[in-house]
């Protein structure tokens, strides 16, 4: 995995985009210029944050969450789990009384997740289904036994502004 600085990252599409090493044998001076740096940190920051949508989650910085992830059990016996605020998307979550992690998850509006509201079509532990709310998850469906997270993994955005990511993703940046 390659970890970069913003600063970093900026050097290293300059470099890409053939704006960098400078040309130091002249100077040229306009006062209309575009402010390349920030012009291009836009974009780098679009492009991080589709890839970090999109990407195969084995090219991308993935934590289990788990012990940063509340839970509480709803009268429907389903589960919320508020989530941290860096998780971008879910990857994989399991309760301890299910018999297997979920791995596809459900946005709001599918179908599916709509059944998941009705008792006799939903989600039970050995068929378990969560629904991506992006700043929570909705678990089905929950049984009087351990209802803690086994696991939790999602793919986050990293704290402190660094850029993660496999050396195999290509970047691209877009400049429109």
Known sequence: ML???PTQMLAMVKRQLLLQPLQHDCTIERADGLDIDS???????QWYRNLLLTADTRLLPVDDVR?????SRN?????????????????????ASWSMPVTAFLKPDDDAAR??????LRGRTDNPAVIDFHNRWLLFSANNGDNSLLTARAVVRPDNGLYIFD??????????
């Open 75 to 95: 009268a429907d016996d389903s589960i919320t789990a508020l989530i941290p605020a860096r998780v971008v998307r879910p990857v994989e979550v399991q309760l």
């Open 67 to 71: 012990n940063e992830t509340s839970l």
């Open 3 to 5: 970890t970069l600085t």
């Open 167 to 176: 050396s195999a993703v290509k970047i691209d940046i877009p400049l429109t």
């Open 115 to 120: 059944f998941q509201f009705n008792t006799f």
């Open 39 to 45: 012009f291009l940190l836009e974009r780098i920051e």
